[in-house]
């Protein structure tokens, strides 16, 4: 497949008190691939550097070394007018319902205001607020109502009809359902799926659960420490990992089996003194 989005040997430093050129790397070395209508599953503990390559390929994170290609395109350094005009092309899902929704808005200005930024006319925006809601599985009254009069998961339907609004080919989607209960996390993972296939929109999706992945992604990426360290089918990751890094992460997922909970937390303490060991 021909890749839409193309990650190549990006690096990436936060500036600290001292030199750039001195802080610490958060991004070394990454390199992936997107195809288009592809879910790619990037998972990692906090701090692995899930999170600050999808601030990177949305421009909101300056790399200090590598590429990043967008349909042959280089988005890399891309600033001001050219990347407000090419944020239609890759849109964004965050993390927290509650937060990423302006409270003092009501839905369908929520909806229509990124269709507004890229200059379509209020009324043509206004006619798109029902056709979104409707791919989100709302009723078309929402659009009258504020952020407050919805539950977790209807606030996050929201949030990804507004990623849908100027149909874009890519979304970031930053630990979309981990703030949700897993009842309305398999919801909200169904229905992307389901978007995705009526759309072909592509994902990357960042998390930190091996297990959220399995169900949405066709392949998995693995980020430990800035780099990463595994990548295959989501399958093959999440069934028979290998790296020691990605063992771990599968131990670590919770299980109603308080046996078996307490087998893989002394699964992982081992596999920590042994690497801490190996150091």
């Known amino acids: 497949m021909t890749a839409l989005l193309t990650v190549a040997d990006l690096r990436l430093r936060y500036p600290g008190r001292g030199f750039k050129s001195t802080a610490p790397e958060v991004l070394r ?3 992936l691939e997107i195809a288009e209508g592809e879910t790619l599953g990037l998972v990692g503990e906090s701090g692995s550097g899930k999170s600050t390559l999808g601030r990177a390929v949305l421009g909101l994170a300056a ?3 590598g590429k990043i290609t967008f349909d042959g395109a280089d988005i890399t350094h891309l ?3 050219k990347r407000r005009s090419f944020a239609k092309q890759i849109q964004v899902i ?6 990423s929704l302006n409270p003092a808005m009501q839905i369908a200005d929520i909806l229509t205001e990124p269709v ?11 006619r798109s607020v029902k056709t979104l809601l409707d791919q989100v599985g709302l009723p078309a009254d929402s659009a009258e109502r504020y952020p407050r009069e919805f539950s977790g998961g209807q606030r996050q339907r929201v949030a990804i009809a507004r990623a849908l609004a100027l149909k874009p080919r890519l979304i970031v989607c930053d630990e979309p359902v981990s703030a949700l209960d897993l009842t309305t996390q398999a919801r909200v993972l169904d229905l992307l799926i389901e978007i995705q296939r009526s759309t072909g929109v592509a994902y990357l999706f960042i998390t930190h659960d091996l297990h959220v992945v399995r169900h949405i ?5 693995v980020m430990y420490r800035g780099e990463l360290v595994e990548t295959g089918t989501a399958a093959d990751v999440t069934s028979k990992p290998q790296h020691e890094y990605t063992q ?3 131990l670590a997922a919770p299980t109603s089996d308080p046996d078996r909970q307490r087998e893989r937390r002394e699964l992982r303490r081992e596999m920590r003194r042994a690497a801490a060991a190996s150091a």
Request: proline share 6%; aromatic share 6%.
């Open 94 to 99: 965050f993390q927290d319902p509650y937060s």
């Open 63 to 65: 790399p200090t070394a």
């Open 29 to 31: 070395g990454v390199s």
């Open 248 to 250: 771990s992460l599968l």
């Open 217 to 221: 992604s066709h392949r998995v990426a």
């Open 79 to 81: 600033t001001g007018q």
């Open 116 to 126: 507004l930024a890229q200059g379509t006319s209020r009324a043509d925006a206004r």
